[in-house]
């Protein structure tokens, strides 16, 4: 989230873009900074990342 790591996932190789971010936007840490707050930009790097640019 804004470029800090909140969390870590383990998903299949294949699995969808979409799939991915909202696996990565189920982690407990991840939701609960996620509540109340505008997701401006969702970066994603296929079998590496997610990250979720908010709005301050």
């Known amino acids: ?11 299949p190789w294949k699995l969808a873009a979409d799939e991915l971010v909202g696996l990565a936007a189920q982690q407990l840490d991840v939701r609960s900074r996620l ?3 505008a ?3 969702e970066n994603r790097c296929p079998g590496r990342l997610v990250n979720f640019v908010l709005a301050r």
Request: hydrophobic share 35%; glycine share 18%.
């Open 1 to 11: 989230m804004n470029g800090k790591l909140r969390g870590r996932i383990q998903a």
């Open 39 to 41: 997701v401006l930009k």
């Open 35 to 37: 509540t109340g707050k």
